[in-house]
């Protein structure tokens, strides 16, 4: 079945640090791919996607390329503050019911 | 313009005891859905609607059912809870033109 598998945090990083959260996928047809980040006692919300290969989503400086030859979809950011400190799921879709599949997530805190 | 809504926000249940979820969306969204999250494991679907009156399993189903009676709300119940359904559940409503899926704020239940 389709499976999402991302690095285990946490990932602890200093103010303006540089950022890179793996993430790789199996799936047997041709996902969109999303990366959802969830703030403390909050749900989750949409940083970014991409739906097809080679297509880079970006949102508050984050961005990630859909890679289909590695299958990934590797989240970076240039510089983090410590209001980037929360949880970030990737996930997958490979039908239209939407039905997401996501990654563990990783726990990303950033220190002043 | 609230979202997505979901009531209660914390509960506590005996083992044996049921509950009925709630989740309200204001956006006119055709799909909905519920998901739980568990520490280690990100989000996993439990059920999911595609419209009013029709309801579909999701990856973890057994020991819920949902309704949708009304196509703002999409219910999830507990006939009989049991420790291992402890978990924060998660509903959210899907924008199938923009393939975004927004959250609500998470129901924290803890059965004893």
């Known amino acids: 079945g389709d499976s999402v598998t991302q690095m285990e945090g946490p990932v602890t990083l200093s103010e303006?640090?540089?950022?890179?959260i793996n993430c790789t996928y199996t799936a047997t047809g041709y996902?969109?791919?999303f990366w959802y980040v969830q703030y403390p006692g909050e749900g989750l919300q949409l940083l970014l996607k991409a739906t097809k290969a080679d297509d880079k989503g970006s949102n508050k400086g984050f961005e990630a390329t859909y890679r289909k030859e590695t299958t990934s979809f590797h989240l970076e950011k240039g510089s983090?503050?410590?209001s980037d400190s929360a949880v970030y799921f990737c996930a997958l879709d490979t039908d239209s019911w939407g039905k997401l599949q996501f990654g563990a997530g990783t726990q990303v805190v950033v220190t002043p | 313009n609230a979202g997505v809504t979901q009531t209660p926000k914390f509960r506590v249940?005996?083992?044996?005891q049921s509950m009925t979820l709630l989740c309200a969306q204001d956006m006119n969204h055709e799909y909905m859905y519920w998901y739980r999250q568990d520490p280690g494991m990100g989000l996993r679907l439990i059920h999911y609607s595609v419209g009013e009156g029709t309801t579909a399993k999701g990856e973890v189903p057994d020991g819920y059912n949902v309704s949708r009676l009304k196509k703002q709300n999409f219910l999830l119940g507990l006939e009989s809870a049991a420790p291992s359904q402890t978990s924060v559940y998660f509903c959210a409503s899907r924008d199938i033109v923009y393939n975004e899926q927004f959250f609500g704020p998470g129901t924290r239940?803890?059965?004893l």
Do not use: C, D, I
């Open chain 1, 16 to 20: 303006e640090a540089f950022l890179t």
């Open chain 1, 31 to 33: 996902p969109s791919l």
């Open chain 1, 80 to 82: 983090v503050q410590v």
């Open chain 2, 13 to 16: 249940l005996k083992t044996g």
């Open chain 2, 109 to 111: 239940l803890t059965v």
